[in-house]
Structures are given as C-alpha cells and as structure tokens.
C-alpha cells in the first residue's frame, strides 16, 4: 500500500516579498524576540562550513508558538564569483516541529534581505531619536533596498536616504527605486564621507574585512546599524566608533562568537564583554533601556539568527496560504 505523497509549497522571491510585507514582518520579530526572552525558541548557532570561494551556511530553529514551527536554511556566501546574479544564495525548508514534516520551500535570498531590514527597522524603535530624518545607506546589493524598507517603515519622519556604494549606477538605481517605493527624497553619493554626514542612521551591509568608514566622522545622535559583516576577522565599523559608542547586539552569544566588529575592539583592548548594553529581547520586554540620550551613538550590531528565518519564513507560508500563492510540490 503506497503512502500518501507529501505536499510542500513553494514560494519564489515574489511570492515571498508579496506574502511577508515589512511593517508585518517587524511586528513579527518583535513577538519572536520576546518568545526567546521566555525561553520559547531554540536557535543554535549558525554552523559555517569555509569553501573555496566563500561559506557554506546551515541555519535551524524551533519556536514554540500556538504550535511549535522549526526552520532549516542553507546560505552560499560567494562574493568572489564574478558574474553572479547574487552573492548569497539561499533556501529556507518549513519544517512541521510536532510531526518533523516538510510544510513549504522558500527562496531564502529574499526572504533574508526582508528579515534582516525587519530586525534592523525594530531596532530603531529602541535605539534611534524619535526625529530622525535621514537614513544613509552604504552599500547598494541585495539586502540594501530592504534595509530602507524597514527603517522608513518604523521611523515615519525619515524623509531622506543618502546611497553610497563603489558602484555608482547601482547607488542610482537603488535611489530610484526606493523614491518609487518608499516615496523618499533618495540620491547617490560620490563620497563615503558625505554619506556620513547629516545622516541620523547609518546602516552598513557590505562583508568587508576592514571599516567602510572614519568612525570620527559619526555626528552626535546617530544611529548605526552594522548587518555585513559576520566573521571573526571581518568588520564594517572601526576600533574607535565601538569604543565611544554604546553597544547593542540581537545575540550575546552569536555577536560573542561571529561579529568582527566587536571581537577586533576586544582583542585591541578598547571594549570587554561587558561593553555590550543588551541584547534586543531585552529591549522588546524592556529589561533593559535603549537610548537614553538625544546626543548618545548607538550602535547595533547584527550577526543574523535563525529565529528570525523561522518567524519571517512562518509569517510568509501563512500569507502565501491565505493569498493562495506559490505552486504545490508532491515527493
């Protein structure tokens, strides 16, 4: 007697960009963080294995909802393929966590840039001044249209995007399409200088080895939210910007494990552990503060956890089955 074939759904890069929208999405984030706080997820660090042109990367969670939903996601880091439609490649697996099943396959690249700008969106509830109107972007790939997203759809009164990248007709496009999509006053910078300049948030998204800017150049009251950089030996913000700053994480443990940003300061001395203000579950049930100052530097630094996977990829499947979106796939 042969078994019932199993039924996944798949969703593409439209169909999850369609079925998990910002503002939901953050909201989303928000009621994960505080399930972590409660002791409701489990979410082991990422396991990285080093290939020859880049990372291997394996994700898996499990969150106890109304139901317990796990997630695996498989990440290809390959920046130094020329040619390449993406640098990062990805695939998130819904994973039934009471049965074990297979509930859906998700194109994971998307569904990343979207819960990242989600987490780095609700960080700004926290840790950005209620008045801030500039955002300014570096880096113009995939995560950074995204990253625009979610910071305009939690702070209302950023009007103005600053784009600076080393490809300048990359910064144009994405200036253009976020004044369609976001309706912003966005422009291209020629400088990462300018860039910095008279921006209340600065986000950075590049997986650089070494610092992207002058931590000098950072005015009072900023913002910065750190989401490229995720090795040891990798880091978007200087020694000195960390050490003058205060310091947000959306883990202790993975930032402890993975953030270059943080690791390099430690080892030059310039910051401890303790130099870490909170984690982000602590500012969602508001265990600890977040800014306390109109002139504090705040920074959050963002390695990326497979919880987030998990709440961004559920809230898609869910949308996608309601809007009745995706195709069937029978194994």
Not at 88 to 98: F, N, P, Q, R, S
Request: overall charge positive.
């Amino acid at each position: 007697m042969s078994k019932k074939p199993l039924r996944i759904l798949t969703l593409d890069a439209d169909d999850v960009a369609t079925a998990c929208p910002m503002k939901e999405c953050i909201e989303e984030m928000s009621r994960s963080f505080a399930l972590q706080a409660q002791g409701k997820v489990q979410s082991p660090l990422r396991t990285r294995v080093a290939a020859p042109a880049g990372d291997l990367l394996v994700m898996s969670s499990l969150v106890r909802r109304r139901k317990v939903e796990g997630s695996v996601k498989v990440v290809g880091v390959f920046p130094q393929i020329k040619g390449r439609r993406a640098s990062i490649a990805a695939t998130l697996l819904l994973v039934d966590g009471e049965s074990g099943e297979a509930k859906a396959l998700l194109e994971g690249a998307a569904l990343t840039a979207i819960r990242t700008g989600a987490v780095s969106g609700l960080s700004c509830r926290y840790l950005a001044r209620e008045d801030s109107k500039t955002l300014g972007v570096v880096g113009a790939g995939g995560q950074a249209f995204q990253q625009i997203n979610g910071v305009v759809s939690e702070l209302r009164g950023v009007r103005k995007v600053k784009i600076f990248s080393r490809h300048q007709a990359n910064s144009k496009a994405l200036a253009r399409a976020s004044e369609r999509a976001f309706k912003v006053d966005a422009r291209a910078e020629d400088s990462v200088g300018a860039w910095v300049m008279g921006s209340d948030v600065l986000g950075t998204g590049r997986a650089s080895k070494t610092p992207v800017f002058d931590g000098r150049e950072v005015e009072e009251g900023t913002h910065v939210i750190a989401i490229g950089a995720y090795r040891p030996d990798a880091r978007e913000l200087d020694s000195l910007l960390v050490a003058g700053s205060s310091v947000f994480v959306d883990s202790r443990d993975a930032a402890l494990e993975e953030a270059g940003d943080l690791l390099i300061p430690m080892a030059e001395g310039l910051v401890s552990k303790g130099s870490i203000s909170a984690e982000l579950s602590e500012l969602v049930t508001g265990s600890e503060k977040g800014r306390v100052s109109a002139s504090e530097v705040t920074i959050f630094k963002s390695v990326g956890l497979a919880f987030e996977d998990n709440a961004a990829g559920w809230l898609a499947y869910r949308g996608a089955r309601r809007l009745k979106l995706g195709k069937w796939l029978e194994l």
